[in-house]
């Protein structure tokens, strides 16, 4: 068996295990998790949407510089 399918598998057990973990836990305690996940996915959005601002602006700042340079060797040759 190769190193991927027992990454699967072990990944898979570990599932099972929190799923199962999760189902007989306190209503308290799901609710504890779920907050936590909701808390990771928000970070993980906002996380995200900050990249993507900084991806945005770097690309801007970029196409300004081009433009900026393809203007002054217009001029250049004018």
């Given at each position: 068996m190769g190193n991927k399918t027992k990454g699967l598998l072990a990944l898979l057990g570990l599932g099972a295990l929190a799923y199962w973990k999760y189902k007989k836990s306190t209503p308290e305690e799901q609710q504890a998790v779920k907050d936590k996940i909701n808390t990771a996915k928000d970070n993980l959005n906002k996380w995200g949407n900050?990249?993507?601002?900084?991806?945005?602006?770097?690309a801007s700042q970029v196409q300004n510089k081009?433009?900026?340079?393809?203007?002054?060797?217009?001029?250049?040759?004018?």
């Open positions: 900050d990249l993507k601002s900084k991806a945005t602006d770097a081009v433009e900026e340079v393809k203007t002054k060797a217009e001029d250049s040759f004018n």
